[in-house]
């Protein structure tokens, strides 16, 4: 059984930065397509950034250039750097990863921006 657990949302003022980071029990990421997706409120829940099993990474137009997806394979966590933050980006953060067909979710971390 796959678990995901997020961690590292907050409150942060516009400009700043937050790095959320995803932990995987029950499967190694580097095998496998993960992404972080965001909900805001009243909003269905879209892809901010995904990363393949052979390393290429995909961003939303609204995140490129701020936000950064990467994997530390030594703790086998999948990771988002967001930086200069806007009141846009407030939302609940879910990791997802895809392993053999079947996917997963994390139970999200809320992001919020504002001042």
């Known amino acids: 059984q796959v678990q995901l657990v997020e961690s590292g949302g907050g409150l942060v003022q516009p400009g700043g930065s937050l790095r959320l980071s995803c932990a995987a029990s029950?499967?190694?990421?580097?095998?496998?397509?993960s992404g972080w997706y965001r909900q805001a409120p009243g909003k269905q829940r879209e892809l901010v950034a995904s990363i393949s099993a052979g390393g290429s990474t995909n961003y939303a137009d609204s995140v490129k250039g701020r936000f950064t997806i990467s994997r530390d394979t030594a703790k086998n966590t999948v990771d988002l750097q967001m930086n200069s933050l806007k009141p846009e980006d407030t939302a609940v953060y879910y990791c997802?990863?895809?392993?053999?067909?079947?996917?997963?979710w994390g139970q999200g971390t809320q992001v919020t921006v504002s001042s």
């Open positions: 997802y990863t895809l392993v053999h067909l079947q996917g997963y």
């Open positions: 029950g499967a190694i990421f580097s095998n496998f397509y």
